[in-house]
């Protein structure tokens, strides 16, 4: 059987493991009681490879761009609540760097993939 063609994007599976990371985060947040805290960034984290597959099934490389501008602004989002998070304490400062450092990583690899398509269909 044959694979979706996001399974072969770097951007998904780089996505996928920090959407791990992020999820085993969030299991920590409602052992805590902190539900919303969880919910929101199991969201937010499912969001960003979400967004990269469902764009590449688009028909058009605009619509595709517009799906990664979704999963970029989604990478934005959970870099704000890793820093909400440490902020309030419940992430330590070397988690905190370093998921900002893989979010930072991981954005720039969307704009640059996304650049890749171009805009004529």
């Not at 099934?57 to 609540?81: M, P, T, Y």
Request: hydrophobic share 40%.
């Amino acid at each position: 059987m044959g694979k979706f063609r996001f399974e072969d994007l770097e951007i998904w599976r780089v996505a996928c493991l920090i959407g791990d990371e992020l999820d085993d985060i969030a299991n920590h947040l409602e052992n805590q009681k902190r539900w919303r805290y969880a919910e929101q960034l199991r969201g937010a984290a499912l969001s960003i490879s979400n967004n990269i597959a469902e764009g590449s099934g688009s028909s058009s490389k605009k619509d595709f761009q517009n799906f990664l501008n979704f999963s970029r602004r989604c990478v934005f989002e959970n870099a704000n609540i890793v820093l909400f998070l440490n902020r309030r304490g419940v992430l330590d400062e070397a988690t905190k760097d370093r998921l900002v450092d893989e979010l930072r990583i991981l954005a720039a690899k969307i704009s640059a993939f996304s650049k890749t398509l171009g805009t004529e269909d």
